[in-house]
């Protein structure tokens, strides 16, 4: 049946006077929703009753006749005014009472994702109206206001937008600019909340952090939301974090870790180990160029840059079991999605280490740390390393020639390990889990890297695989790339096969 015989049918129906509950209902959605139905609904009822009007009187019976007409005709006119009663008032409800405004206008970087809760699969738009919430689940997004203040979410992240002067942060990392004139918009936490006072701040709220609240310009007035319930009123370069019981303590301000405008792309961290002296090992991407990340030791990196033609210009040679390199970054946290990108060189023979590796090793307690491993010995292959768990690929890799290896780590469902797929050289590769052989092996819903723990480390190359081992990684390392989000099978093959 098409939309036009429904309606028609509806029509009918409503004018018979034997419209059901349900039907009712259907019938004033459709009104509401459809002028079309209106205007449709008023030509039949002014039809009808036009008809019914100069039915002919033929028989005896007419005086009989004439009354019923008169009574349906009176019931028909009742109806096409009640018809007409209705497009009036809902012309005026249209006129008089608009829709509730779209506040938030949304814009993203590319490669993001996000949604909109309580909008269904085919209204998702690019605003945020009063009351919904914003989901990002990769990538980074911004949202305008019509005062031009506006806020940028990283994912993983969720705002709820209560009004134009009104936000809560359920988890995740956003940047607040609050336009001149706007003062007094409130942002809430499950523990903080901040009222600005004129001001661009940082709220970080992600689950591996103490939330805290890192002032830019201007100056807020910060309060814990339970306990104590301490306040404080921080300016421009102070911060805070919310303590124990309520309390609020002084952190150092790292204002410079927010996105103050959406990147280029996802966030990422590009190690290029070129031996050009220009270029000297340049750490590129949105990650690096808000954090500031360095190596540690410059002049100990330089020495294990080999000069060689590599597979793009100069490569990280750990030849002669050379100790590893670190940097400043802490690494991605949490269970956000990540994909990690490298070309890695294995001579034969080569004994096992951490080709690269990050957060908190906690042995059987937890799963808080990352490592990309070379097994070494009769297997020669790559695992996915957590805790005392491991997902380990098929293929040797001791060839002597340059691979591309990508880990696509997902958000774990449930008590179970992310969703993880590796690609060598592009292609799809079958991995399986493993544990270890002895002791005790931390839960599968422990994953979750930490970094901010005071004995995380950070992103490392080429370091042992244990305390016990002598040596680390004895191999060469290439154009490594670490993404916050996953990349496509398409950008996986080009990373693998570029023109």
Known sequence: MSSQDSIENLIRHYLEGDLEGHQRTEFGNRLHEDPEAVDLL????????????????????ADHLLQIQKRRAVRISLAAAA??????ALVLYRIMVPAPPQIGKIESAPGSLF???????????????????????????????????????????????????????????????????SEGFIVTTKDLEIVDLGTAFGVD????????????????????????????????????????AGTLRPIACQSSSFFQKLPSGLPSIRFSFDSDPSEQAAV?????????????????????????????G?????????????????????????????????????????????GLVSGSRRMSDLKVVYSGGHRANLRLASGRRWLQTTQRLDTGTWHHVAFIVDSPDSDDWPT?????????????????????????????TITDHPLSRPLSFGRASSSEAQHGFNGDIDEVVITAGILTEKEIQELANPS
Request: include cysteine; aromatic fraction near 6%.
């Open 205 to 244: 709220d992600r689950a591996e952090f103490q939330p805290q609240i890192h002032i830019i310009d201007g100056k807020v007035r910060a309060t814990a939301r339970s306990g104590r319930h301490e306040s404080s009123l921080l300016v421009a370069g102070e911060a805070a974090a919310v303590g124990a």
């Open 83 to 88: 018809a007409i009663a209705m497009t009036s």
């Open 284 to 312: 590129s991407g949105p990650i690096a160029e808000l954090e500031g990340v360095q190596f540690i030791d410059e002049s100990h990196l330089q020495e294990m840059i080999s000069p060689a033609e590599g597979r793009f």
């Open 420 to 448: 993880v797929k590796c690609y060598i050289n592009g292609v799809l590769e079958p991995i399986t889990p493993r544990i270890a052989d002895e002791g005790d092996v931390a839960p599968l819903d422990t994953f979750g």
């Open 42 to 61: 008023c030509q039949h009822a002014l039809m009808d009753a036009t008809l019914r009007l100069s039915i002919p009187v033929q028989n005896d019976t």
């Open 115 to 181: 949604s909109i809760q309580s909008k269904a699969a085919d209204q998702q738009d690019h605003h945020l109206d009063p009351g919904e919430t914003l989901v990002v689940s990769q990538g980074t997004v911004e949202v305008t206001l019509p005062d031009g203040s506006r806020f940028i979410a990283e994912a993983p992240a969720q705002v709820t937008l209560h009004s134009k002067m009104k936000a809560h942060l359920s988890h995740g990392r956003a940047f607040f600019e609050i336009a001149k004139g």
């Open 314 to 358: 100069g490569f990280l040679s750990f030849a002669n079991n050379r100790s590893g390199v670190e940097t400043t970054w802490g690494g991605i946290g949490g269970a956000t999605p990540r994909t990690i990108s490298l070309w890695v060189r294995i001579p034969e023979g080569t004994e096992g280490g951490d080709i690269l590796a990050w």
